[in-house]
């Protein structure tokens, strides 16, 4: 069993788009994290949910819109895809705020 | 702001040698932590050290942390082919700010 799952795996899509990112964790974790990936493989904090509370939102622009419909859920819905949101996102899970993230594979969002 | 920033960017080795990657950080930290990414996958945990200990191991693992430093080590011992990744360190500043920041990653690549 894959335990933080994320779909699309790929997502190619044209500039202007609206598109969702799903993510479902099965390891009864309290907090969800989505991070972005550039082409640098920097890895950046965007959001973080515990218990289905958003906690954290690091200056993300509001284009980008987390939802979590229960602690095991976590989706990035995205307005308005811009070229420079192409990227790798994944979405992470923990026990404990800040300690022992389990990561999705991630979703290469690519916008042309 | 990264973080984190690990050195050398990029290093290569013989299969059996031991890979030493160093990281430095800026700011007072709870705990750093180390990831594995493998090409086109997500982040793989590997170990844990708390700003309250200076050395911790876990099979070929070895983190060494200096907070007067700031700045840990991940030695790799005896390494193999499935080594070859990328190696991130990441450093949770802790209460109130709980979140993981990652480095900029070391591509270790073991030649068979």
């Known amino acids: 069993d894959t335990a933080v799952s994320q779909t699309p795996k790929y997502l190619v899509t044209q500039m202007g788009n609206d598109k969702s990112i799903k993510c479902e964790q099965n390891?009864?974790?309290?907090?969800m994290y989505w991070y972005k990936q550039d082409s640098k493989k920097f890895l950046k904090i965007m959001f973080s949910?515990?218990?289905?509370?958003?906690?954290i939102n690091e200056t993300v622009p509001n284009r980008f819109s987390p939802k979590s419909p229960d602690k095991a859920h976590l989706n990035l819905h995205i307005n308005s895809l811009e070229l420079g949101d192409s990227a790798v996102y994944f979405c992470?899970?923990?026990?404990?705020?800040?300690?022992?993230?389990?990561f999705g594979s991630g979703t290469r969002l690519t916008v042309v | 702001s990264q973080q984190g920033e690990e050195d050398p960017q990029a290093l290569s080795i013989q299969e059996g040698e031991n890979a030493t990657m160093n990281c430095s950080y800026k700011?007072?930290?709870?705990?750093l932590q180390w990831y594995r990414q493998n090409s086109g996958r997500g982040l793989v945990h590997l170990i844990l050290?708390?700003?309250?200990?200076r050395e911790k191991h876990s099979g070929r693992l070895r983190v060494t942390l200096d907070t007067s430093k700031k700045s840990s080590s991940l030695l790799i011992t005896a390494s193999r082919a499935a080594d070859t990744a990328s190696y991130f360190c990441?450093?949770?500043?802790?209460?109130?700010?709980?979140?993981?920041?990652f480095g900029t990653g070391t591509r270790l690549t073991i030649i068979p």
């Open positions: 050290i708390r700003s309250n200990e």
């Open positions: 949910y515990n218990n289905k509370e958003l906690i």
């Open positions: 390891l009864g974790h309290d907090t």
């Open positions: 992470a899970s923990s026990q404990l705020l800040g300690e022992r993230y389990t």
């Open positions: 700011t007072s930290i709870n705990n």
């Open positions: 990441a450093t949770d500043e802790g209460v109130g700010n709980e979140k993981l920041t």
